[in-house]
């Protein structure tokens, strides 16, 4: 089996259980508690720590001889992790909070972590690896959440938690069978990774700052769009309308990462590609806002976060010191599921609005997003600092990735 094909088992094994578990744990919490809110403050303890957590993740995974005990214990935990909480809720809630915030501190090996391993994995086809990479994110939010609900309607949610924990052991699998090197004991690197470093590098790299701030931003509106979804469904008396708005958003970034293993010009021009797709999705969300019924149109939000996703990875790989590359991509997708939980308690607070405000305002935070990353890149060009060779990343299956200058 080729290795990119292991490495996608891996990703969508740790990447669908961490979708699903955020359902199965609000179902859980409902059931032994009858409080939603528990259920809430649940999945924050999953959640959250990303952020936190991301630079000391990445920093072990940077310094460590031996990465794949490193990762395989972050599969082994989360995986503990979501299965200890289906047999603590209720009884030790206060237990389970403990174990999911566990799991969530380890939890950027598993997104961003494993992302950053690619490079090393995939050496001649980086750039379409990363498309397909794109594609677990989707794959996963499909099918995560439908995976929870099933199993919870059949087998109640305890157990849903518990199958989506043996997927994570299945992406360990997966993952025990990857070609990752020993890195040599008498080599270390130059400036050896410390917590927090990749701050720094974010700053001091032009591009990887823009991209890093336009994601977040970008993120935080995404994480109010399943409760427009949800007012969109209740505005039309039609509750089971959310899960599909959202699959139908999901499914088209699933089309749209597809579509760049096959378009060279998102890995040529990462950060443009990034900034236009981002800004027309701000253009996406808004017929619903006026039509609830063309709600369909949201495919296309989800079609051009395939090219961002993957922009973003390009970006990440070729703008990343490799004494803090793994820090690099684990904090920068730290950010994206910190800024989304936050967006998704914002769009909380306005839900009692309507639809039309939420879909406005995740349009506005699209906008915004390409703003503020177009901003980023033409100071540094005023400034005289983003004056680096662009590197073409060519995605052509069996070519080797060559600096073009």
């Known amino acids: ?133 794109a594609t677990t994110y989707s794959v996963a939010g499909i099918a995560g959440p439908a995976l929870a609900a099933l199993v919870a309607g059949f087998a109640g949610p305890a157990w849903s938690l518990v199958t989506l924990g043996a997927f994570a052991l299945l992406g360990a699998l997966a993952f025990l069978t990857l070609p990752l090197r020993v890195r040599p004991s008498g080599v270390r690197p130059e400036h050896p990774s410390r917590p927090f470093s990749a701050v720094s590098v974010m700053i001091r790299k032009p591009r990887l700052g823009a991209v890093t701030a336009t994601t977040g931003i970008s993120q935080f509106g995404f994480g109010a769009l399943p409760l427009a979804a949800a007012a969109i469904a209740t505005a039309r008396h039609d509750p089971p309308l959310t899960g599909l708005i959202m699959a139908v958003t999901a499914t088209g970034s699933l089309v749209g990462s597809l579509l760049t293993t096959r378009i060279p010009v998102v890995h040529r021009h990462p950060e443009r590609t990034l900034l236009i797709c981002t800004a027309a999705m701000s253009v996406a969300f808004l017929p619903p806002v006026f039509l609830p019924a063309a709600w369909p149109v949201l495919a296309v939000a989800g079609l051009l976060m395939g090219p961002v996703t993957v922009s973003l990875f390009s970006v990440r790989d070729r703008e990343s010191p490799p004494e803090t590359r793994t820090q690099v991509f684990t904090l920068g997708a730290g950010i994206k599921v910190t800024s989304a939980a936050a967006g998704a308690v914002v769009g909380g607070l306005l839900s009692g609005a309507g639809a039309a405000p939420l879909l406005a305002v995740i349009a506005g935070g699209q906008l915004l997003a390409a703003l503020t990353g177009a901003f980023i890149l033409r100071r540094a060009r005023r400034a005289g600092e983003d004056h680096e060779d662009e590197v073409v990343i060519d995605s052509r299956p069996g070519e080797n990735v060559v600096p073009k200058f």
């Open 1 to 133: 089996m080729p290795v990119l094909t292991r490495y996608l088992l891996a990703a969508i094994g740790a990447r669908l259980a961490d979708e699903g578990a955020r359902v199965s744990i609000v179902l859980l919490a409902i059931e032994q508690t009858g409080r939603a809110s528990i259920g809430g403050l649940l999945v924050a303890a999953l959640m959250v720590p990303h952020v936190a957590a991301a630079p000391l993740a990445g920093a072990a995974a940077d310094r460590a001889r031996r990465r794949k005990p490193l990762y395989l214990s972050a599969f082994a935990i989360y995986a503990v992790s979501l299965t200890g909480a289906a047999l603590l809720v209720g009884p030790a809630t206060w237990v389970a909070a403990i174990l999911l915030l566990t799991g969530g501190c380890l939890a950027p090996l598993l997104f961003g972590g494993l992302s950053s391993l690619l490079r090393e994995l995939v050496p001649g086809d980086v750039g379409r690896a990363f498309g397909y990479d």
